[in-house]
Structure formats: C-alpha cells, structure tokens
C-alpha cells in the first residue's frame, strides 16, 4: 500500500490521490504476478515523473519544462 511521495526527498503522507500521480506497476516474478503503486505528489509531479527500467523497476526522471520543450520545437523544425 502507498502512504508517501515516491520522491526520498520529500515523503509527503497520502491522503488524497486528487494531488498528483498515480502509476500501478505490474511484474511478474517467477510466474507470479506482483502489482505495486507508486504516488508522487502534486508539487514533486511538477518537476518529476515516472520512468522504468527495462525490468519495470519505477524511477523519478527530471521533467523538462514546458518553456523548455517549447523551445526545443521552434529550434528543431
């Protein structure tokens, strides 16, 4: 059961899922299946987001800001 942010730098308590993201992991190990739930919340979901590794293994990656990315667009056309 999720309780806090997945960011080890904060570690806010859940309380309510409206504020920020919810992704559910499903693996399976040894033909089992494991189905996990990682919580960022709102304000840590603003400069992060999920990724995973090949083996489906969650980490935070730096999101780029949306000025950024704007950016990008115009000088890659």
């Known amino acids: 059961m999720i309780d806090r942010c997945f960011n080890s730098a904060c570690k ?4 309510y899922l409206r504020d920020g993201r919810v992704v559910r992991v499903i693996r399976s190990e ?3 299946l494991h189905v996990e ?3 960022l919340c709102g304000p840590c979901y603003t400069v992060y987001d999920f990724a ?3 083996e489906g293994i969650p980490f935070l990656k730096a999101r780029l800001s949306d000025t950024f990315e704007h950016l990008h ?3 890659a056309a």
Do not use: D, P, Q, V
């Open 37 to 39: 739930h990682f919580w």
């Open 73 to 75: 667009e115009i000088t």
């Open 30 to 32: 040894n033909g089992h």
């Open 12 to 15: 806010k308590r859940l309380c």
């Open 52 to 54: 995973f590794s090949e």
